[in-house]
Each structure stands twice: as structure tokens, then as C-alpha cells.
């Protein structure tokens, strides 16, 4: 039991050092946007005043990692018990950065993504009547089996939810921050205790693994193994997703004109190619796209193989992904809307606290619902920045917030400073 503490220490000690590192850049570039909005130039009183925030703000940060770094030490030594005799599991103080993290999942997802490729190229022939056929047709498996694995990721998640509570011996709320991370954390811990691997299976997801199993008959191809794998660590991902800090999204709907800042394309090149289907979806994490983790997509140009419309929908009609998506993003989602009034009495200050990136993810909208008094009449307003000013005789009748054009939150709880 020491290893075990010894070895989750050094893992901590990095995790903290990265949340360190990650709190210091942000900080940074919040206080250069409000020290540069708005103007041209900058005086250098005012530039020292932001180097001397900065500084501090490091110190402070330099100084909570090394009070961190000190109570692990303390604690390693300390035989932790994940499991009492009462069957019930509580999570160590010291080890709640043992959890899925997004870093995890771009591990995993460059691993999967990496052996995809090289089997993609198996197929890829000069010879075929139309460029692309051969790979379109074993990457339109992929395809399915993606999303069917996401699906076995949602019943993977119901599944251990269910047991974590019996575990637990109370009810409890998934929609409580410590519960989740409690969670993600017994689901980690178990998983390294079981040597989780390809060859050796977590008892508990085999049976959700095999319900699900996509291939009717087991056959001892080259093909049939690799997708049957694939299938399995799609679904391991995906479920691992689902229990990831920060959040981890898994979006299979793109546009239809190829993007290369969005998409990976590995078939073809060149201009004006469309997208035929998703093979495998975005994993985004606060805002931006994880490594490998663009929309991996099938594309097609003038003179190139691609599937007809009745091929793409039957792919649609695997899973409902909105409905899914929605229900897992609302779980997640935070957001608290702050309004006081300024200083000079001269209007009012609206602050939104939220894990969306405003505004770099654009699949998220927040529109406010507005009453001027003055002038008798509504309006309402998409907000781009998490903090903007409204006239003092306006009021905020409510906020909603949009995922791709599907309001998932309406609320009229406004706090007022």
C-alpha cells in the first residue's frame, strides 16, 4: 500500500503543477484583455500596475502548490482504505486529483487514432474503379461502430452509476460536483486494480460490452479483431468521458465544407472537398479540441468515391446524438449570473460564471431576455463575453442557454450584488 501512495503522489504533484501552470496563463490573459479593452495605447503606470498583479497572482499560485506538494508528503505514509467493512467507499482528500481528467482522455483517444490510421491504409488501393471506394467502405465500419460504442458508453455510465450507489448504501446526487468526482475517481481506482487492458476485461463491463456487441457472429479475420477492439476501446473512452474534469463533449454533428482547423482528413487533399460523413466525432474540452481530438472525416471532391444520402442517414439513425448530447451536457453544465450596479450608479455590471468558453465555443449560445422600463418594451440579446453592461432602467427577464440551437437551460436566477 506505500508503492500505491507513493506512486499516486508523484502523479498528483503533476497534476497540481499543470492546474498551477494552467491558472497562472489564464490569469494573464484575463488581466491583459481588461487592462487592454477598449483602448490604444497604455501608459507605463498602468503597465507596472498589471506586472505587479501578475506577480502576485504567481506567488500566490507558487505558494499554494508547495503547501500542496508538503500535505502529500505527510500524507503518504497513511494506509488509505478505498472500501471499509460497511461497504462504504470515501474519497481520500490527497487523492482527489486522482480522477479522469481531459489529459487522460487525449492520451487514450492518441492511441486509438494512431492504430485507426495505420489500418486505414491497408485499404486504401490505386487500383479501385473510384478512388476511395475500398477505404470508404471499411471506415463507413468505423463509422458505425463509433457510434454504436458511444451508445454502450451511456448504458456503461447508467450501469456503474447504479452500482456506485448501492456501494455508497445512501441515495446520493450525480449532480453534485464531489459525488461525480467521487465517482470518477472509484471508477479509476478500480480500473488500475483490475489491470484493465484488451486482454483483460473489467468483469463488471463485459456484460454491457457483450450485450452491445455490434457483430453477430465472431469470425477470425484481420478486420473482425481490429473492430471488435476498436469497439471495445470506443466505448472504455467514451465512458471515461462522460466522468472526465474538466468535461469532455463527444460531437458527431460538423458542417458539410471540409475545415482543417476543425476536421482531420487523412484520404484526400486539396480545395472545395465536402464532408460525406464523421467517422469519428470531436472531443472538446473547455472550449477547444483535444489532440487527434478534431472530427475525423470522410471527405469527398469531383472525381472521388462517396456514399449516397440513405448510407449517411442510416449512420444517423444509430443513436439519437442530440438528445444524448443535451442530456449529458445539462448534467454538467454550470452557470450563475451575478448583476450589481456600478460604481457611478451609471448602469449595472452583468457577470456570467460558467465552464462554456464563451465565446470560443461556438456551439453554445446565451441569449438574455431583457425589459427596458424606460421605454416599456422587451428585447433580447446573444452575449459574447462573460461580462458586459446594461442601462439602469434594464431589466434581465430571464437567460437561456442554447447547444446548437436547442435551449437546454431557462432561468430567471439572477443574483444580485
Known sequence: MQKYN??????????????????????????YQELTKGKNYIVVKELEKWLNKILNNINTEMEKLSNYILKIKEDTNINTNLINNKNEFKIESNSELNIFTSKDIQEENKEITRNFQNETYNYMNINEKTENENAANFLRYVAQ???????????????MEEKFIKKKGHKI?????????????????????????????????????????????????????????????????????????????????????FNSEKMIDFINRGKNRKVNFVILPALISNGSF???????????????????????ESLNDLLDIEDNNIKYIKGNLQIEVFCKDKINGNGKIVD?????????????????????????????????????????????ILYEVKYEGNTIISSKDIKHK
Open 6 to 31: 507513493n506512486d499516486n503522489s508523484q502523479k498528483f504533484k503533476i497534476n497540481q503543477a499543470d492546474q498551477t501552470k494552467s491558472n497562472i496563463k489564464n490569469h494573464i490573459i484575463k488581466t
Open 145 to 159: 461502430i463509433s457510434r454504436i460504442s458511444y451508445n454502450t458508453s451511456l448504458k456503461l455510465l447508467k450501469n
Open 173 to 257: 446526487s450525480f449532480e453534485d460536483e464531489n459525488i461525480k468526482k467521487e465517482f470518477s475517481f472509484w471508477i479509476k481506482t478500480t480500473e488500475k486494480e483490475n489491470q484493465i487492458n484488451e486482454k483483460n476485461k473489467f468483469k463488471e463491463y463485459e456484460i454491457i460490452l457483450n450485450q452491445e456487441n455490434p457483430f453477430e457472429n465472431a469470425q477470425n479475420t484481420k478486420q473482425y479483431k481490429y473492430l471488435l477492439n476498436l469497439y471495445n476501446d470506443l466505448s472504455l473512452m467514451y465512458f471515461h468521458c462522460h466522468i472526465a474534469f474538466p468535461l469532455v463533449q463527444i460531437v458527431f454533428k460538423t458542417e458539410e465544407d
Open 290 to 312: 483535444l489532440q487527434n481530438g478534431k472530427y475525423w472525416v470522410f471527405t469527398f471532391c469531383k472525381n472521388t468515391f462517396k456514399f449516397e444520402h440513405e448510407m449517411i
Open 352 to 396: 456570467i460564471i460558467t465552464n462554456i468558453d464563451i465565446p470560443k465555443d461556438n456551439k453554445f449560445e446565451i441569449v438574455f431576455h431583457f425589459f427596458d422600463k424606460k421605454e416599456k418594451k422587451a428585447f433580447n440579446h446573444i452575449i459574447n463575453s462573460k461580462q458586459f453592461e446594461i442601462k439602469k432602467n434594464v431589466e434581465i
